[in-house]
């Protein structure tokens, strides 16, 4: 069967990538004849707790050998995230996106394809059109201290960096993200060639501050670099080399707090792992 719907191929979506708020988006279907009689419709639903699926019927382009093509125009006003499958009416036939992102006809619930909308005013900065930025999740980047000592008995150290990363969940159905295979600050720094040698303007970094998972999304202390990747000044090291290269580097801005803002105590969102505000909320806004 031909591609259904691709949204990375202009005949099928028109613009390509993320839309301006109130800029008006054309997506396509490619229906072969052998699905039988359709009437597709766009299903879209914006990201929000209030916000609910809404049916476009698509009109009928006209044929060619052997395909039915239809099409929806609308605009999209508000900026946010958009989800959107289509729905292959009369019966329940849906077509979602496949694992080469081209559509796949399914009777059952599958993975939306996705249109982000941002606010018409946004300008991109002068300093980054056209650069290109490279991200780092910094535990499995590189290792450039090796064995390095866990600095807290609830982490796991994979010396084994071919080995598989935990993610089965646990005896209680948690996942701990527990496991850590030493990527650090030093393994940043030595790699810089290689990075400026693949034309590399940025670096954007997943979090480093000390946290209790590999991610570093539960953040424990946002002043100090977790000790496993590093030291604060280890990281300024980094970002002075990054600067010798004559790249962009990012830095910490000093903060007048001396006391860690959140501490790993109770489960927040139903996240066992999550930090809990140590700090009244105007000090947390003002931070």
Not at 107 to 135: N, S
Not at 188 to 205: A, H, Q, S, T
Not at 270 to 284: I, K, M
């Amino acid at each position: 069967m031909s591609c259904l719907f691709n949204s990375y191929d202009p005949y099928f979506k028109q613009p390509f990538g993320a839309l301006r708020a109130g800029q008006t988006v054309r997506l396509t279907l490619c229906i072969p004849e052998e699905l039988g009689y359709v009437d597709p419709h766009l299903v879209l639903q914006k990201e929000g707790k209030y916000d609910v699926p809404v049916h476009y019927r698509m009109k009928f382009d006209g044929q060619t050998p052997q395909q039915n093509h239809f099409s929806v125009e609308l605009p999209l006003n508000d900026p946010g995230l958009y989800f959107y499958y289509f729905d292959l009416y009369p019966d329940f036939r849906r077509i979602y996106r496949g694992p080469d992102n081209c559509g796949v006809v399914s009777w059952q619930e599958g993975e939306k394809w996705q249109i982000t909308v941002y606010d018409a005013g946004f300008q991109t900065p002068e300093c980054i059109k056209g650069k290109v930025f490279y991200q780092i999740f910094p535990d499995r980047f590189c290792e450039g201290i090796e064995n390095k000592p866990m600095p807290f008995p609830d982490r796991l150290y994979q010396a084994d960096k071919h080995a598989e990363p935990f993610w089965q969940p646990n005896e209680t159905g948690g996942h701990l993200n527990e496991d850590y295979f030493g990527g650090d600050l030093e393994g940043i720094r030595i790699k810089l060639p290689y990075l400026r040698e693949m034309g590399v303007d940025y670096l954007y970094l997943n979090p480093i501050f000390e946290a209790h998972s590999n991610h570093r999304y539960n953040t424990a202390d946002y002043l100090n670099v977790d000790p496993l990747l590093g030291t604060n000044e280890e990281f300024e090291v980094l970002c002075r080399e990054v600067r010798h290269w004559n790249r962009a580097g990012r830095r910490v801005q000093p903060h007048r707090f001396r006391q860690p803002l959140f501490q790993p105590r109770r489960p927040l969102w139903g996240w066992r792992r999550l930090p809990r505000p140590q700090l009244p909320l105007p000090q947390l806004v003002r931070f």
